[in-house]
């Protein structure tokens, strides 16, 4: 009995075993077969440029400040007092002129020819020895530092024009490149060097103004331009771009690029005038063949609804002004002798008591008023002074109101009268 029991769990795990791997093997064939109908693959998308024949033109622009170069700072030599000063601030000097005497007999004279910038001390004052006295500034003869990076270093040579721009004063003028500092100090990744520019300064131009100098540009005419966004670099920066094949496949064709202007290149070899080539311009996921969506639209169908906001009350303005009142609308007018539903019921036998009830509730309301009309004093009528009585909304006077009124009145005549009696 336990070798017979023992085989029969043995084949049920067998039976479960193979039943898994048989729905296994038959999972994996199914989605092999409709994995390309569910999950469709990433399709290159290539961008087309034609070459053409134009011009490249390069302008090189710079930062840049304006500085002085030359200057005077003079300070004491000794500890001493001001005895004299001989300038004042702002004032226009000559090399050799007399600035300052001290009480130890040294005369401090002007270096160069500037002008007075700063006078630190005052006539009597007590200085010691490497105090600061006086500044001079040749603010004519500047210069102007600009910063130029290692990429274009090499396009710049001394006696080179350039455009100097004077961002606070919106002034330009021209200037030639004086000298170049080809030891960079700059300490980050990329080298940056100094290159001066001196120049006489117009009018209110001053030293620390920030600028910018654009340098003479680069031209060429009748050149095979092509669109930037057409190149494409190797592993070792070889430009090249792609060109397509009979057979629908694109092969490199590597080219030679002179200027470009950030926009369009010269295309030197490699290229002539009209031929297209193409570059990668990203990639794109098409549709799905196969999806749950559309298997539910094709079950279910795909239904669309419209809805048309305001048309309601378009219709009811419509029976308002006398318009045809739509089929079925007509079994709400109620019949001869019977009182009108209210909004929300219909007309039955049933809402007849209730139609009553609510007329013999009106008329107990105008019984109240009819009351509070006899409460008022002699010699005055149901409307009062200046008031309208109570129509029935057209102007009229109701009827019922008015002879309830004069009922009213010839009651109150009455009481009157038999209170004068009784007295």
């Known amino acids: 009995m336990k070798d017979s029991s023992k085989e029969k769990r043995v084949r049920k795990w067998a039976f479960r075993l193979g039943a898994l791997v048989l729905v296994a093997v038959v999972g994996w064939i199914g989605w092999d077969a409709i994995r390309p109908l569910v999950m469709a693959d990433a399709v290159t998308v290539y961008s087309a440029y034609t070459v053409e024949e134009g011009a490249i033109e390069t302008d090189m622009s710079f930062s840049a400040t304006i500085n002085v170069r030359s200057r005077q700072s003079a300070y004491a030599s000794a500890d001493a007092t001001v005895q004299t000063i001989f300038v004042e601030d702002g004032q226009q000097v000559e090399k050799d002129d ?32 490497g105090d600061a006295l006086i500044d001079i500034c040749d603010l004519q003869d500047l210069e102007v530092a600009i910063t130029v990076d290692e990429y274009d270093i090499e396009k710049i040579s001394v006696g080179q024009t350039c455009t100097v721009t004077v961002l606070p004063l919106e002034t330009s003028f021209e200037t030639q ?111 799905a063949g196969f999806s749950i969506q559309k298997i539910y639209n094709w079950i279910v169908g795909e239904n669309v609804v419209i809805r048309e906001s305001g048309r309601q009350g378009q219709q009811g303005a419509m029976d308002e002004t006398g318009g045809e009142i739509p089929a079925g609308m007509e079994q709400m007018t109620p019949p001869d002798g019977e009182m009108p539903a209210r909004a929300g019921q219909t007309a039955s036998p049933g809402n007849e008591a209730a139609a009553e009830s609510e007329q013999t509730e009106a008329a107990d309301s105008k019984t109240a008023a009819g009351d509070e009309q006899m409460a008022l004093p002699d010699n005055e009528t149901a409307a009062g002074a200046g008031q309208t009585p109570p129509s029935d909304g057209q102007g009229r006077q109701s009827p019922g109101l008015q002879s309830q009124g004069e009922a009213m009145n010839e009651e109150d005549q009455t009481l009157v009268q038999g209170g004068e009696d009784n007295e």
């Open 177 to 287: 490149i004086s000298s170049i500092n080809r030891v960079s100090e700059s300490p980050g990744s990329v080298a940056y060097y100094t290159v001066l520019a001196n120049f006489t300064a117009p009018e209110q131009v001053l030293p620390g103004m920030q600028a910018t100098v654009s340098m003479d540009s680069n031209r060429v005419e009748d050149a095979v331009v092509l669109d930037m966004n057409a190149l494409a670099f190797d592993e070792e920066n070889k430009p090249y771009v792609l060109s397509l094949q009979a057979d629908g496949t694109y092969e490199p064709v590597y080219v030679e690029v002179g200027l470009n202007d950030g926009m369009k290149a010269e295309i030197v070899s490699g290229l002539e005038i009209g031929d297209t080539v193409y570059a990668v311009s990203g990639t794109e996921t098409p549709e």
């Open 98 to 129: 007399k600035l300052i005497q001290m009480s130890d007999g040294e005369i401090v004279r002007a270096e160069i020819q500037g002008t007075v910038n700063e006078i630190s001390v005052r006539q009597g004052d007590t200085v010691l020895e």
